[in-house]
């Protein structure tokens, strides 16, 4: 399968988008103040990429859960392939949520790392995807790493579900931006339209940035497969 | 579902013959608490530290022979091709699942049962509670649930005795986390209401295990 096109396209956007989205948070934003005029810490701008991120390894996560479930039922390979390529990128995001994460934390809360759920189940997502990885290098033959993978990813996948409500159940030290809380108030949004614009563009770039990686991602993995079956030919 | 069960009561009557499963749980589970009793050997004199260390200590040895167990579980059907046999049994693999999750949760409590005695002796600290019954059941069967799960997916891969635990603990934490908060509540005297949140997660989960894995469950015997 030939991803030429589609890569130059891809990437191009997502290098536009990316500029566009890191020049946005250094030099559109405006200062932020808080109710008696003073001007708040700009650490807070970190949030323009630890959000997309956050949500890029979910996207991440849920495309290989899906790519197991149809894996299973369809047991074409391409599935498996597709289930790869996105954990490993899913992989590389969980990780960035958890440094840019930990970067932040140590300017507001003083610790790069508290035990608190979020945090702890963000962790836990990120183990059970590098398990998911270690578990596939160890099957040798095809057709049972596929199998067997894809149902380790399926009951790994619940543990996606927990990390994203864990906050609304628990107390925790983690802001929540949107919907409501267990602790009274509701999210804690973002007002204003610069901010809401900066956020979107952030939340586009990261997207296209994903899809630019899973092309790649796949080009290579289809490479991969024809250099095996040739190698057997 | 009685089809489960004979394969319970299968396993239960292998177990009585050789016994080596139970044996070693115990006897692992009893070494832990001794390790833990020397680890923390400056704190385990007032009752206090007792009821926050209490928790943890508990788990971790039920997850670790559980752990034990689980490398057992399957084995007994991978030698002389006994699975192949089972799956010629008139039986969906459902059943067998269910059989094997039955057989290893009457094992895990049993073990667990003595555990807790064995603590209350050694660590001078009684445990009376309905509510602490209730949360080591739930906690165990999202234990099995995942266990006996990952044990028959293990059977294929070269590096069985290494690999399961590391997949298994991940995929717990789910079950443990509210597990051992509750327990850990109930430690410091906490009530029902103080942990039916905790109660509420950890039950939701052996559901969503449970039946997760045993729709999956038919995949990973298949060969």
């Not at chain 2, 489960?4 to 070693?24: G, M, P, T, W, Y």
């Not at chain 2, 999750?101 to 667990?112: G, K, Q, R």
Request: glycine residues 6%; neutral net charge.
């Amino acid at each position: 399968m030939n991803y030429g096109k589609y890569e130059r396209v891809t990437s191009l956007l997502s290098g536009i988008l990316m500029t566009a989205a890191v020049y946005s948070v250094f030099f559109v934003l405006p200062v932020m103040k808080d109710d008696s005029g003073n001007a708040l810490d700009t650490s807070f701008n970190i949030f323009y990429f630890h959000l997309p991120i956050a949500i890029i390894s979910y996207i991440a996560f849920t495309v290989v859960f899906i790519a197991n479930v149809q894996y299973l039922r369809t047991r074409e390979i391409s599935w498996d392939i597709l289930a790869r390529s996105s954990a490993e990128i899913g992989l590389i995001f969980a990780f960035l949520v958890l440094a840019s994460g930990s970067v932040w934390a140590k300017h507001i809360w003083g610790w790069y790392w508290v035990w608190e759920p979020r945090l702890t189940t963000s962790l836990v997502l990120f183990l059970v995807y590098a398990v998911y990885l270690l578990l596939r290098n160890s099957i040798d033959a095809v057709e049972s790493r596929a199998r067997l993978s894809s149902v380790f990813g399926i009951v790994g996948f619940v543990s996606v579900p927990l990390s994203f409500f864990s906050i609304r159940l628990w107390r925790s030290a983690h802001p929540l931006m949107f919907g409501d809380s267990l602790y009274g108030q509701s999210g804690g949004g973002l007002e204003g339209t610069t901010l809401q614009t900066v956020l979107l563009i952030n939340v586009a770039a990261f997207i296209s940035l994903y899809i630019a990686l899973l092309i790649y991602k796949l080009g290579n993995e289809y490479l991969l497969e024809n250099i095996e079956e040739l190698k057997n030919f | 579902m009685i089809k489960a069960l004979h394969i319970a009561v299968k396993d239960f009557r292998i177990e009585a013959h050789a016994k080596e499963l139970l044996n070693s749980m115990l006897l692992f589970s009893f070494l832990i608490l001794v390790v833990f009793s020397i680890a923390f050997s400056e704190l385990t004199s007032s009752s206090g530290n007792i009821a926050m260390l209490g928790a943890g200590v508990l788990w971790i040895c039920f997850v670790f022979a559980g752990t034990l167990g689980f490398s057992r579980a399957f084995a007994s059907e991978t030698q002389n091709g006994a699975i192949q046999a089972l799956k010629i049994c008139p039986m969906s693999p459902i059943s067998i699942y269910l059989g094997k999750v039955v057989f290893t949760i009457s094992i895990m409590l049993i073990v667990e049962a003595i555990t807790v005695i064995l603590f209350s002796i050694l660590f001078n600290y009684t445990i009376l509670s309905p509510l602490f019954v209730i949360v080591v059941i739930g906690g165990t069967i999202g234990f099995a649930s995942v266990g006996v799960l990952l044990s028959a997916l293990v059977q294929n891969i070269k590096a069985k005795e290494i690999m399961l635990p590391v997949l298994l603990l991940p995929l717990l934490v789910p079950v443990l986390l509210p597990a051992v908060s509750a327990t850990s509540a109930i430690f410091k005297g906490g009530d029902l209401g103080m942990i039916t949140t905790y109660l509420r997660i950890l039950f939701v989960y052996d559901i969503v295990f449970l039946a997760v894995a045993s729709i999956v469950f038919e995949y990973v015997i298949e060969d």
